[in-house]
Structure formats: structure tokens, C-alpha cells
């Protein structure tokens, strides 16, 4: 079992900043690969980033170039980093980490204001 919980969603206007983070806990040894998705009302939950345990990272097209994924030195963080924040990045954000099974925090309120 994992568990996942993030921090740092608010109230931003547009192009400015904000950086999510999510700690895991539990078997965070088993994790192969960590992730935040997004998802907007009325719309589909979608990949915004992710990185594997080995540092590979993978972007959505509309986060390349604004947003970077990394991870902290122990390993069972991850951030988000989002610049140039768009009103079209208004969204839950949720952390997700894959090992074995896919797990979910309980998602982060991104909002951001024309």
C-alpha cells in the first residue's frame, strides 16, 4: 500500500507560479514511477508529468516548457514546479504512483485567474 498527499494548489493569476508537492508513504520502495494528472470539470483526468524511479520524465504537450516534474532526495517526493500558469491549467491536480497498482491522493485545487 501506498499513500500519497499533496500540498500546494491555491489562487494563482494568470502566468504566475505555483509548485505542488506529494509525499508518499508506505511501500515506497516498490514504486516504479511517480506522476500528477489533472482533472478539469466536465473533462476526462489527464497526464500533466511523470518520472520513473530511474529519472525519466515524460510531459503532456501543454506542460512542455512550463511545468517540470522532479523528485526530492529521499525519493517519496515529488514536485511539480508550474510557470506561466494559463487559465486552461485550472484543475484538480492529483499525485499518482505506480507500483504494482496505481495509487491517488486525495487531489490539490489548482485555480487560475484570468
Known amino acids: 500500500q501506498v499513500q500519497l498527499v499533496e500540498s500546494g494548489g491555491g489562487l494563482v493569476q494568470a502566468g504566475g507560479s505555483l509548485r505542488l508537492s506529494c509525499v508518499a508513504s508506505g511501500s515506497i520502495f516498490s514504486i516504479n514511477a511517480m506522476g500528477w494528472y489533472r482533472q478539469a470539470p466536465g473533462k476526462q483526468r489527464e497526464l500533466v508529468a511523470a518520472i520513473t524511479s530511474g529519472g525519466s520524465t515524460n510531459y503532456a504537450d501543454s506542460a512542455k516548457g512550463r511545468f517540470t516534474i522532479s523528485r526530492g532526495n529521499a525519493k517519496n517526493t515529488v514536485y511539480l514546479q508550474m510557470s506561466s500558469l494559463k487559465p486552461e491549467d485550472t484543475a484538480v491536480y492529483y499525485c499518482?504512483?505506480?507500483?504494482?497498482?496505481?495509487?491517488w491522493g486525495q487531489g490539490t485545487q489548482v485555480t487560475v485567474s484570468s
Open positions: 499518482n504512483a505506480y507500483a504494482r497498482y496505481d495509487y
